[in-house]
């Protein structure tokens, strides 16, 4: 058993793209949930949007990179409009219901054979992150996200931090991005706007009583985690390709892990919950395969790294009855019992 | 003024006791009533009244001091050991099963004795004659004052050693307050020992024969009703002199 | 301020009916008028005001038995529901069919009967939120602090001045869920008057709360008239109406069914049958048979 290669690639995994791409949706539910009462129940769904509005901007339309990121970033905007319109003026647990199915709406259309052309259904898009005009990616251009990649080929950092350019800038940009939006959040939740959105969770009558547009405010968090998800559907779009398969509802509730792991009502405990949920599955997913290996589990290897899934659940039931409030929350201002 | 007799009912002793970890609403609470006495507890918001009569009811937490029932320790005990060994809680709402009829709230009271429900029931009856009326009308369509009577009743039905009433005026117009004290003070006439919590100190003095004044969890007056309605010290922290 | 002793006797404001007392009667200078207002709920009639009018910079209390609309008129003038019929106005604007919130920032700010503290924010949050001036609550602007910094200080001192004056303020950094339920309905009232409004309508402000710091609310209340605004408030505390009531309403079944000078009103049978009670002045010692009166006292 190699316990070394199995902790070394578990802690890889603390700045792993995948964990920014993680954090920055987690940080969006923190917002919809944690700060606002929203329960949105289809992040993978805003994440899906977020990668695959990306990936077709490029391929479909020529943008370059940058300007295709936009593209996914409106489609998660659209989306917010369409499922806050008519759910935000209900009780609560509407949304949760519209948005499990909406996500998963999402999904099947981009699974689907129909709009094939745009989408790939069931192979999904690749190759658009160039670098372009090579033999493996001859249809993108010179506008793909690797091209422009500044930093020289080669392998960089150290064990178990050792990884080649294009990972390296993946990370640099994406703690940039990540950076730039816990930022921004915290300015948000730290400011009036904050307070108003902390008392809607609450209330909204008392606010509503007080001479504030609880709707707009409602829509203005939903849209504004839901650009947060889009970005980190955009981070799992950099790094390799978009597969419907990846936007499930299991994500949306690895997501939810993440969050109350870290504490819902904060603006670290999205990253903390997303190194720490990323890190301990891939610990899991590697170490119970090589127990079966060697023949310590009466398992086969496959079904050994099924196992870690099974732990997740019993780790966010145990969670949400032991400690709601997560690592950094404040018991006192997070109950689930409205 | 009444002296505490050898055994009164209920005695709580130095009580502490909170709901959030740390953070203590009663203070050292000393409170006794005698059997047959009808005791009011007043007081400003937050002074632990509600918390006092819930944590001889054991729906709150007692981190020091004591309760005893007739001379028996009590402290500690759950709510549906109290009610077996007599003691009767009228919460402020939420108080009958409004699905059911009123016979059936009564009958709900007697559960642990239903032997003797047409003895009790007479006894009921003969403080609130127009229940024997209405056995089997609705609780859930009665208004806020009947189903305070109701509760009260349902209560009354197992015989208690001592009744607790949380606030029975509470949200009720004057009228149906008055009706409410006046009920409260045939129910102590017939017998029971009543110990009431009441936001409206005025009639609580008014009725009781003698009274606690908690401030900040500890008992900072007491005396007979009267005394206390007539202490400038109360009137002027307590009572106001709106009365006047 | 002291709590304890009472204000001298409020100076109360008269003549402010036109024409014979009636239920509906005009009103020299309404502030709000409702005509043939009526909610149902089912088969029931819950709300059926033919018509009313509110006496501006007055203080009007609004009494009746329980079920009798009063709380559900509140929720129809203010837009957190809406009736199958009527019309009303605020200051000579249709109310009708605006959202909740556009009518609190006309300035019609209502309390509620079940507190709305926002327990899981400190006091001084809530306070804050109060403030209608802070532009920081604004998306674009909530992410640049030196444009709504010194509001916020402004605010809070504000904040603070109203705390002190209801005994609050010490527990301004406290979520308000830590507080007593009549400290909430203090911080309920407290919070209401942070947005400056012109008509305040308090839903049973006193409820729960102890007499003697009722006093200072009531002087908090007077001052509101001071300063020009107009106060709507229902209550089941005949003391307190007496005290500050320039003029008094009744409801009964939906309707209104009695108006006009709180001594008067109260000396109404048809009022003391259904609301007052007899005992009213009347100490329950004796009516009990607990104590004997001596002849000629009128103890209360």
Known sequence: MDFFGIFTSSISFIIAPTTIAYALATLGLALHFGFGGLLNMGMAGFMALGAYGYAIGILTFGLPWYLAAFVGIAASIVFALILGIPTLRLRGDYLAIVTIAAAEIVRLMLLSSAFGGLTGSADGLSGFNGPGGTVTNPTVGAGGFNDSNPIPPGDYGFMPF??????WYLRIVGFIILGLAIFIVWRLVNSPWGRVIKGIREDEDAVRSLGKNVFAYKMQALIIGGVLGALGGLMLAFSTNVNSSVYVTSLTFFLWTALLLGGAATVFGPLAGSIIFWVLQAFLGLLFPALADAGLMPFTTIQAAQIKYIIVGFALVLLVVFRPQGLFGNKKELTFVK | MATKNEIPVV??????????????????????????????????????????????????????????????????????????????????????????????????????????????????????????????????????????????????????????????SAGLSPVRQDEAFIRVSEINKAGVTTIMVEQNARRCLQICDRGYVLDQGKDAYTGTGRDLLNDPKVIGLYLGTLGA | MSSNVPSSSPVKSTDLHVGAIKPGVAKKDPVLVADGVRRQFGGLVAVDVEHVEIPRNAITALIGPNGAGKTTFFNLLTGFDQPNEGSWSFNGKSLAKVSAFKVARMGLIRTFQLTKALGLLTVMDNMKLGSTEQKGENLSASLFPFLWKKKEIEIEAKALEILTRLKLDAKRDDFAASLSGGQRKLLEMARALMTNPELVMLDEPMAGVNPALTQSLLDHILNLKKEGMTVLFVEHDMQMVRHIADWVIVMAEGKVVAEGAPDEVMKNPAVIDAYLGSHQDIDLGAVTGRITLPKNSKEK
């Open chain 2, 11 to 168: 005695e709580t002793k130095d009580l502490f006791a909170g709901y959030l970890p740390g953070v203590n609403i009663l203070n050292g609470t000393n409170l006794y009533a005698n059997k047959g006495e009808l005791i009011g507890i007043i007081g400003p918001n937050g002074a632990g009244k509600s918390t006092l009569l819930k944590a001889i009811f054991g729906l709150v937490k007692v981190r020091e001091g004591s309760i005893t029932l007739n001379g028996d320790d009590i402290t500690g005990l759950k709510a549906n050991q109290l009610v077996a060994r007599g003691v009767g809680f009228v919460p402020q709402s939420n108080n009958v099963f409004p699905s059911l009829t009123i016979e059936e709230n009564l009958q709900m009271g007697l559960y642990q004795n239903p032997g003797a429900y047409s003895d009790r029931l007479e006894f009921v009856t003969s403080i609130f004659a127009e229940l024997g009326k209405r056995l089997k009308q609705r609780a859930g369509s009665l208004s806020g004052g009947e189903r305070q009577m109701v509760a009260m009743s349902r209560a009354l039905m197992m015989d208690p050693a001592v009744l607790l009433l949380d606030e029975p």
């Open chain 1, 162 to 167: 050792l990884d080649n350019e294009r990972t």
